[in-house]
């Protein structure tokens, strides 16, 4: 309809202008009334589908226009919408800017369309979205079955934000833990932690004491194995309480959160490798560790999991602790050897790197993913169990040992449960009780190991693990067999 009209007026003008002699002022005022009153006619009907956006359309050099969201009156058309300069009176230069101006409106609806398009498309991937609410927030009584990966093979964890699928299918765990929201009871112990509204006990069997705050879950403390590898029972307290978790949880929400924990014990419960290592001789030792974390929600989609399927938020969480040694002789105040230590190798630094999956159908993480160092590969991968049977077995609470595949052809794991913080050394025997392989490792908790038998003759052996002070936690057989 505008071509028709601009051709209409350009077919009239031309007429016009060749019966009369209208002066050059008197034909430019008379292309800028009539143009700009048809152009705002046709352009209004466009623009008033257009919302939250500017569209900017850039012509010849003799004509631009920047046409705003709202609706334009004659005199934002005339002043600023519209700038028409060094037109041509002849009808010929009529002819040539008209057919720009035809060019330029046909831009603008394919702009329009397009920028229309992409609203919508962005409306309804937004739609798509979960967005985590606070029933994801642990209530006394909630309970959970918990499994661990400790050495999960082909899990594409992918660094890529934005909307994901996640297999987790080929997860592996022969235990699985039941893994119950306690509320604290200061008479039974929990008086460490006064501030503590609930406790939970993890897979490794820390206890970790939380204060629940509105939309936050703060956490107050830990008891259990330590947080630095040395293989020791202590009580960290956080002051102030460090907020782990808060809700809503949506795509695209950051936060960063510090803090700092602080782990007070006697001198002779350090390993008698580090203790010896010391400078001095303390009475009591302190480990002093501040915490940063950077927390993203970098993508969502849907998480597949051996016997479930969740829609999931994925939160990343970079967390940097930085650590001192402090020692304490009598009455003289606390003392910083950090920088003293020399012949044992202490974790002044650490940086870690995790994913946690969120869905509002569980009141705890669907799954936690630790990586490597490399930030590529997957160390571990804590995940909720909807049906105990599709772990191999359900720990009773007690350590203990169990290996699979068995029989096995060239690599088996061995996967060990409820272990206290201590060095434990693994053998395999042969039927005669000869030891063939042994080595030993600072466990606790659940960890899993694997081992290659593929230079074992077929044949029936037994597997033990035996703790420091020469004691087996269990003793089984395990068949290796060859195709």
């Given at each position: 309809?505008?071509?028709k009209?601009?051709?209409?007026?350009?077919?009239t003008?031309?007429?016009?202008?060749?019966?009369?002699?209208?002066?050059?002022?008197?034909?430019?005022?008379?292309?800028n009334?009539?143009?700009?009153?048809?152009?705002?006619?046709?352009?209004?009907?466009?623009l008033k589908?257009?919302?939250?956006?500017?569209l900017?359309?850039?012509?010849?050099?003799?004509?631009?226009?920047?046409?705003?969201y709202?609706?334009?009156?004659?005199?934002?058309?005339?002043?600023?919408?519209?700038?028409v300069?060094?037109?041509?009176?002849?009808?010929?230069?009529?002819?040539?800017?008209?057919?720009?101006?035809?060019?330029?409106?046909?831009?603008?609806?394919?702009?329009?369309?397009?920028?229309i398009?992409?609203?919508?498309?962005?409306?309804?991937?937004?739609?798509?979205?979960?967005?985590?609410?606070?029933?994801?927030?642990?209530?006394?009584?909630d309970?959970?079955?918990?499994?661990?990966?400790n050495?999960?093979?082909g899990?594409?964890?992918?660094?890529?934000?934005?909307?994901?699928?996640?297999?987790?299918?080929?997860?592996?765990?022969?235990?699985?833990?039941?893994?119950?929201?306690?509320?604290?009871?200061?008479?039974?112990?929990?008086?460490?932690?006064?501030?503590?509204?609930?406790?939970?006990?993890?897979?490794?069997?820390?206890?970790?004491y939380?204060?629940?705050?509105?939309n936050?879950?703060?956490?107050?403390g830990?008891?259990?194995?330590?947080?630095?590898?040395?293989?020791?029972e202590?009580?960290?307290?956080?002051?102030?309480?460090?907020?782990?978790?808060k809700t809503?949880?949506?795509?695209?929400?950051i936060?960063?959160?510090?803090?700092?924990?602080t782990?007070?014990?006697a001198?002779?419960?350090?390993?008698?490798t580090?203790?010896?290592?010391?400078?001095?001789l303390?009475?009591?030792?302190?480990?002093?560790s501040?915490?940063?974390?950077s927390?993203?929600?970098?993508?969502?989609?849907?998480?597949?999991?051996?016997?479930?399927?969740f829609?999931?938020?994925?939160?990343?969480?970079?967390?940097?602790?930085?650590?001192?040694?402090?020692?304490?002789?009598?009455?003289?105040?606390?003392?910083?050897?950090?920088?003293e230590?020399?012949?044992?190798?202490?974790?002044?630094?650490?940086?870690?790197?995790?994913?946690?999956?969120?869905?509002?159908?569980?009141?705890?993480?669907?799954?936690?993913?630790?990586?490597?160092?490399?930030?590529?590969?997957?160390?571990?991968?804590?995940?909720?169990?909807?049906?105990?049977?599709?772990?191999?077995?359900?720990?009773?609470g007690?350590?203990?040992?169990?290996?699979y595949?068995?029989?096995?052809?060239?690599?088996?794991?061995?996967e060990?449960?409820?272990?206290?913080?201590?060095?434990?050394?693994?053998?395999?025997?042969?039927?005669?009780?000869?030891?063939?392989?042994?080595?030993?490792?600072?466990?606790?908790?659940?960890?899993t190991?694997?081992?290659?038998v593929?230079?074992?003759?077929?044949?029936?052996?037994?597997?033990?693990?035996?703790?420091?002070?020469?004691?087996?936690?269990?003793?089984?057989?395990?068949?290796?067999?060859?195709?």
């Amino acid at each position: 309809m505008m071509n028709k009209e601009l051709q209409q007026f350009s077919s009239t003008l031309n007429t016009s202008t060749q019966r009369s002699s209208v002066s050059d002022a008197h034909s430019e005022v008379a292309i800028n009334n009539y143009f700009v009153s048809t152009l705002k006619n046709h352009l209004s009907n466009n623009l008033k589908c257009i919302s939250r956006s500017s569209l900017f359309i850039f012509g010849s050099s003799r004509f631009v226009t920047s046409m705003p969201y709202d609706y334009p009156t004659t005199s934002k058309l005339q002043t600023s919408a519209i700038r028409v300069a060094k037109v041509s009176d002849t009808s010929e230069g009529v002819r040539h800017f008209l057919d720009r101006i035809t060019n330029d409106l046909k831009l603008f609806n394919i702009c329009a369309s397009l920028i229309i398009c992409f609203y919508f498309f962005s409306y309804t991937t937004l739609q798509a979205q979960p967005v985590i609410n606070n029933d994801i927030l642990p209530k006394i009584g909630d309970t959970v079955i918990l499994a661990s990966d400790n050495l999960p093979e082909g899990i594409a964890i992918f660094s890529e934000e934005g909307q994901q699928d996640w297999d987790f299918m080929d997860l592996q765990s022969a235990f699985s833990k039941k893994v119950v929201v306690k509320k604290v009871a200061q008479y039974k112990g929990d008086f460490l932690f006064p501030n503590a509204d609930i406790k939970i006990e993890d897979l490794s069997g820390i206890e970790n004491y939380y204060h629940l705050h509105k939309n936050e879950l703060k956490l107050v403390g830990t008891n259990g194995v330590d947080p630095y590898g040395l293989g020791i029972e202590m009580q960290t307290t956080y002051d102030p309480a460090f907020v782990t978790l808060k809700t809503p949880m949506a795509y695209g929400d950051i936060a960063n959160t510090s803090g700092q924990f602080t782990s007070t014990l006697a001198a002779n419960k350090l390993p008698i490798t580090l203790l010896y290592s010391l400078p001095i001789l303390p009475d009591s030792v302190r480990f002093v560790s501040s915490i940063e974390r950077s927390q993203e929600i970098d993508a969502w989609g849907h998480l597949v999991l051996p016997d479930n399927s969740f829609e999931v938020v994925r939160e990343r969480r970079i967390t940097a602790i930085k650590t001192r040694l402090e020692v304490k002789v009598g009455l003289f105040p606390w003392r910083d050897i950090t920088d003293e230590m020399y012949t044992t190798r202490f974790p002044k630094e650490q940086i870690k790197l995790s994913y946690h999956f969120y869905s509002n159908e569980t009141s705890m993480p669907v799954a936690t993913v630790t990586m490597k160092p490399d930030g590529v590969n997957a160390a571990s991968i804590n995940y909720i169990v909807t049906d105990p049977t599709s772990t191999m077995r359900n720990t009773t609470g007690k350590p203990d040992i169990y290996a699979y595949p068995n029989p096995a052809i060239n690599d088996v794991r061995f996967e060990f449960s409820n272990l206290p913080p201590a060095r434990y050394t693994m053998k395999i025997f042969n039927i005669l009780g000869v030891p063939i392989m042994e080595k030993s490792y600072q466990l606790s908790g659940f960890k899993t190991i694997k081992w290659d038998v593929s230079k074992l003759r077929k044949g029936t052996y037994l597997y033990s693990l035996v703790n420091e002070k020469g004691n087996p936690i269990a003793t089984k057989r395990l068949m290796v067999i060859r195709p």
